[in-house]
């Protein structure tokens, strides 16, 4: 049989061994469901408490700032539109060019009901420069949404600048940290911000399960209206195994955040090292400072489809540009914003590895491509 190489992490990452074990328990036994009294329905209590904990302790925030969402998507549409629909005077957000749809689609829809909404650029490596935000951002603005890493090319913002210059004005600030949550160290803190969204299934947790993490005192509208659950913010009766499997999960990454850094840089160092010695005329997008092993490729005169395609004969996942734009073989919206030429933006591909690939998979991606690409 055909070997399977995984090299699609930034759409998603394979389920954690042990948070899968730790999931089972409240998939089979203990289901109670965890918004009531009596005592079977403790230990679902007590699992969504630990969890709590645990997350908050792994990002720097206090448990009851951690609101359980269904993932990165519903987490940033719930800013977006919770902080806007809070606000009767209609006040500016400012987002970037280059943010993920479940921000760009959202931002679109609070646009079509008369909430303004200001995009800034970036620049060639996809990074937001502070300034256009200290030049764009006013007394009217009410929200100021940046992404920490970008999913398509992996390029990391100053958010501290980017939330200092908000505050500043009196603004809010939101990062959604979707791909850098489990990856890159996260504390909410140092970063300053007040609201942070996250999904499990990026961090080797369970598909459908995210969180939102809200600064104590922060204004924003409950998104999910019915029962009380997440203190009145987020109706709806909790998802205990996932919410166990992420905590799991996401201690597990934490724990070992530094190995994996250093261990995926050498992995991308060996990849891009055989590309150059076999005279490929390639760029790589994003900045210096990128998520570990989000390598985002673009050869010239090719067809990122096409080498999708072929990789995927030889057993091997990769992306063309974000997995949600996948059917769509235009230039992707963050490729048009770093203003790649369109010679190399249209033979686009993003590889994204993880702690479970290994050297002998970076060599065969590596003679692939240069097999295809010759
Ligand atoms: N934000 C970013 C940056 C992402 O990469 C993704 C998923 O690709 C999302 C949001 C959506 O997250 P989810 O798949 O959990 O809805």
């Known amino acids: 049989m055909k070997r399977l190489i995984y090299a699609d992490n930034a759409a998603t990452t394979q389920l954690d061994k042990n948070a899968f074990e730790a999931m089972q328990p409240f998939l089979l036994n203990e289901y109670g469901n965890a918004s009531q009294p009596y005592s079977f329905s403790r230990a679902a209590k007590n699992a969504i408490r630990n969890s709590r904990e645990t997350i908050a302790r792994c990002i720097g925030a206090s448990p009851e700032e951690i609101l359980f969402t269904s993932g990165g998507t519903e987490s940033d549409n719930w800013v977006i539109k919770g902080s806007a629909f809070y606000d009767e005077k209609k006040q500016e957000t400012i987002t970037s060019s280059i943010e993920h749809h479940a921000i760009l689609r959202a931002c679109e829809d609070i646009e079509r009901i008369g909430y303004p909404v200001t995009y800034l650029s970036t620049d060639p490596s996809g990074t937001v420069q502070p300034e256009e935000l200290s030049e764009k951002i006013s007394s009217k603005t009410r929200l100021v949404s940046v992404m920490l890493a970008n999913n398509e090319i992996g390029s990391i913002q100053d958010i501290a600048a980017l939330a200092e210059i908000s505050h500043l004005a009196g603004a809010l600030f939101h990062t959604d940290a979707v791909q850098a949550v489990g990856h890159i160290k996260v504390d909410v803190d140092a970063l300053g911000v007040d609201m942070l969204s996250a999904s499990a299934h990026k961090f080797n947790g369970p598909k459908g399960i995210g969180f939102l993490y809200l600064r104590k005192g922060t204004p924003l509208r409950s998104y999910i209206s ?149």
């Open 226 to 374: 019915g029962g009380a659950q997440e203190s009145g913010m987020r109706a709806g009766t909790e998802n205990v195994a996932s919410i166990v499997g992420m905590a799991e999960a996401l201690q597990k990454n934490v724990a070992g955040l530094e190995d994996t850094e250093i261990y995926l840089d050498k992995l991308e160092k060996k990849l891009l090292n055989v590309l150059h010695s076999g005279n490929i005329d390639f760029v790589r997008n994003g900045s210096k400072n990128h998520l570990p092993g989000n390598i985002s490729l673009s050869f010239r005169n090719m067809d990122g489809e096409a080498l999708l395609h072929r990789l995927d004969l030889l057993g091997i996942c990769v992306s063309t540009g974000s997995a949600c734009d996948s059917q769509n073989t235009q230039i992707s919206h963050v490729l048009q914003a770093i203003g790649l030429d369109e010679v190399y933006a249209k033979g686009t591909i993003r590889i994204s590895l993880s702690k479970y690939n290994t050297e002998s998979d970076v060599q065969e991606i590596a003679n692939a491509l240069l097999r295809i690409l010759r």
